[in-house]
């Protein structure tokens, strides 16, 4: 019994903790953090729960009604309230649109900042801490990377997966966005992970647990990864908005999911070719969208860089 109330107040006592703290202060204290907290869990709840949520599913093509096509915002002569914000020229719904594409925006986006980060800490943790020849190495990949922009790795991936396995684009749609965005959002990781480390292996605590016999693995994953990883996740924060950007640029330039599946950035470019025509709205709202989720997640980036960094307290 007393086992059983030591386990259900441990986390009590970690979020009494975290509502005690600085950075939860400093949250409090920053309207600007707080508005885009709220903007970007909007935008995720919508994202998450798009099929309950959303009035229509775009993705049904037997829903579909043709006459319904370009239809204008609600608030607009010869707009429907069932309509909110228009339809597309295939007669689907902008609002059910949006929240399902940004289903598809936001996934591709924390799928390849979480790939980034798995492969850019374990590469940064590796170079800082052993040295030598291995950090050398790891180091001249990063700098060859750098010079290639997530654009060209797609289109290289893309291209080489189309050949490979003709008949599978829309799973190497999604394969192809990971990918490029990940194969060079790592080398930021790589590089802010191995100049902490470089400081923390000259510690006390690491020459300790030298002394005694502590494996370097072990040194690396309970001691020193534990203290590099408030700049890690600034960055990651950060990085969420422009992995979304990037995803949504690849699928403007179709290079991204198919027309089935949008994304935000597909139903932009989808909403292009009818713009100048007057049917302003198939591209303005999923625009408007992409802003307001890589804003509100920069915005959020920005006041967590600034709560993690004590000379500002």
Same mark, same amino acid.
């Given at each position: 019994?007393?086992?059983?109330?030591?386990?259900?107040?441990?986390?009590?006592?970690?979020?009494?903790?975290?509502?005690?703290?600085?950075?939860?202060?400093?949250?409090?204290?920053?309207?600007?953090?707080?508005?885009?907290?709220?903007?970007?869990?909007?935008?995720?709840?919508?994202?998450?729960?798009?099929?309950?949520?959303?009035?229509?599913?775009?993705?049904?093509?037997?829903?579909?009604?043709?006459?319904?096509?370009?239809?204008?915002?609600?608030?607009?002569?010869?707009?429907?309230?069932?309509?909110?914000?228009?339809?597309?020229?295939?007669?689907?719904?902008?609002? *059910?649109? &949006?929240?399902?594409?940004? =289903?598809?925006? #936001?996934?591709?986006? $924390?799928?390849? %900042? +979480?790939?980034?980060?798995? @492969?850019?800490?374990?590469?940064?943790?590796?170079?800082?801490?052993?040295?030598?020849?291995?950090?050398?190495?790891?180091?001249?990949?990063?700098?060859?990377?750098?010079?290639?922009?997530?654009?060209?790795?797609?289109?290289?991936?893309?291209?080489?997966?189309?050949?490979?396995?003709?008949?599978?684009?829309?799973?190497?749609?999604?394969?192809?966005?990971?990918?490029?965005?990940?194969?060079?959002?790592?080398?930021?990781?790589?590089?802010?992970?191995?100049?902490?480390?470089?400081?923390?292996r000259q510690k006390e605590y690491v020459q300790a647990?030298?002394?005694?016999?502590? *494996?370097? &693995?072990?040194?690396?994953? =309970?001691?020193? #990864?534990?203290?590099? $990883?408030?700049? %890690? +996740?600034?960055?990651?924060? @950060?990085?969420?908005?422009?992995?979304?950007?990037?995803?949504?640029?690849?699928?403007?330039?179709?290079?991204?999911?198919?027309?089935?599946?949008?994304?935000?950035?597909?139903?932009?470019?989808?909403?292009?070719?009818?713009?100048?025509?007057?049917?302003?709205?198939?591209?303005?709202?999923?625009?408007?969208?992409l802003v307001m989720i890589a804003l509100s997640v920069?915005?959020?980036?920005?006041?967590?860089?600034?709560?993690?960094?004590?000379?500002?307290?």
């Amino acid at each position: 019994m007393a086992e059983t109330s030591t386990t259900a107040t441990a986390p009590m006592g970690a979020l009494a903790r975290f509502l005690d703290g600085d950075v939860w202060h400093s949250f409090k204290q920053s309207p600007t953090a707080m508005v885009a907290a709220v903007i970007a869990l909007i935008c995720v709840v919508c994202a998450v729960f798009a099929p309950w949520l959303a009035p229509h599913n775009p993705q049904d093509v037997a829903s579909l009604q043709l006459m319904d096509a370009r239809l204008p915002p609600a608030w607009v002569d010869e707009g429907q309230m069932r309509y909110l914000l228009g339809t597309d020229d295939q007669g689907r719904d902008i609002l *059910s649109s &949006l929240m399902y594409g940004a =289903r598809i925006s #936001l996934l591709v986006g $924390l799928a390849s %900042v +979480l790939l980034s980060m798995v @492969i850019g800490v374990g590469l940064g943790l590796l170079a800082g801490f052993v040295g030598g020849r291995v950090d050398s190495i790891i180091m001249r990949i990063c700098d060859v990377m750098l010079s290639f922009p997530a654009i060209l790795v797609a289109l290289l991936i893309d291209g080489v997966g189309r050949a490979v396995f003709p008949n599978a684009h829309e799973a190497l749609a999604f394969t192809v966005l990971i990918l490029a965005i990940s194969l060079t959002g790592w080398v930021q990781y790589a590089r802010i992970v191995r100049g902490s480390t470089l400081v923390e292996r000259q510690k006390e605590y690491v020459q300790a647990a030298r002394v005694i016999g502590v *494996s370097p &693995l072990r040194i690396m994953r =309970r001691h020193v #990864l534990p203290n590099v $990883l408030g700049p %890690v +996740l600034v960055l990651a924060t @950060i990085q969420i908005a422009t992995a979304i950007i990037t995803e949504a640029t690849l699928s403007f330039l179709g290079v991204g999911v198919p027309p089935t599946s949008p994304s935000l950035g597909t139903l932009i470019r989808i909403g292009q070719d009818f713009l100048f025509s007057g049917e302003w709205w198939i591209t303005i709202f999923p625009g408007l969208v992409l802003v307001m989720i890589a804003l509100s997640v920069n915005l959020l980036g920005d006041w967590l860089r600034d709560a993690l960094n004590p000379r500002l307290r």
